[in-house]
């Protein structure tokens, strides 16, 4: 049913549900976990000086971030591939399903309501409306939304 399983990281420990779901899924799927950090190009954009440096500790948290995945998924025996792309986040997790043949998404979300996630928008919202593939959402608990921050992904 599923080959190939993919799962949007931004590091933080909200991503903590979907990153196990992912892995016991390929596990009994016997599929491929693909570990995507997108460096998000909008939310620097606008900085005249100094981006440089900051794309490139993006780029750094993000080698950081999908190695952990490939730790974790590899400890349970299930093939992983990583990717780091550079983009607007929900559009780079979109084009990566149609370009890789993704058949799940599985993220998580950290269960803003109201006018935070008005205000911020969703990634997996956003992903949800516009992917190819299923899109399995895991809310993260209370305590690791209220630390991480951002949206997922």
């Given amino acids: 049913m599923y ?53 490139e500790a993006l780029q750094e948290e993000g080698n950081s971030a999908v190695d952990g995945v490939a730790e974790r998924a590899e400890a349970a025996g299930v093939d992983v591939e990583t990717a780091v792309e550079a983009g607007i986040a929900h559009r780079v997790i979109v084009d990566y399903v149609a370009d890789e043949d993704v058949d799940l998404v599985v993220m998580g979300t950290h269960g803003r309501t109201g006018v935070g996630r008005f205000l911020l928008g969703s ?31």
């Avoid at 991503?15 to 939310?43: N, R, S, W």
């Fill in 3 to 55: 080959d190939t399983i993919l799962v949007p990281t931004d590091g933080s420990t909200a991503t903590d549900g979907a990153i196990e779901h992912a892995i016991e899924l390929a596990k009994q799927y016997d599929a491929t976990v693909h570990a995507l950090y997108v460096v998000d190009t909008g939310a620097y954009s606008s900085l005249e000086m100094g981006s440089d440096i900051v794309a």
């Fill in 123 to 153: 990634v997996a919202e956003k992903v949800v409306r516009t992917a190819d593939a299923p899109v399995m959402t895991v809310r993260s608990e209370p305590e690791e939304a209220d630390a991480a921050g951002d949206d997922a992904a």
